[in-house]
């Protein structure tokens, strides 16, 4: 396996998202975690997407200005370039342990 190299822990989410391009072109995709660094997002061509975008997280219609860190398929990473101190305006929880539902307060 590779070295991790993400700087902070990452929650499992699956919420829906849009990718909106600067050239008006929107996509739909999902997120499937979140850090305070990034996102993981589930979508199909992740090579067709330019290295800088927006992605609306729509469970919170929060906007944030992303880069492309990776991709592989059916996957993107992205790290945010937009200078937010929060990911997609909540504070990343620890996972306590591996599969365990967070509490919602």
Known sequence: MGKERRQSERQAVSHPARIELEDGNI????????????????????????????VVDMASDARREVRKAWTAPNRVGVEYIDGQSTRFGHPVRPQATFGKRARKD
Do not use: E, M, W
């Open 27 to 54: 996509f739909s995709a999902r997120i499937a975690n979140l850090s305070q660094g990034g996102a993981l997002l589930i979508f199909p061509d992740g090579d067709a997407l330019p290295n800088i975008f927006h």
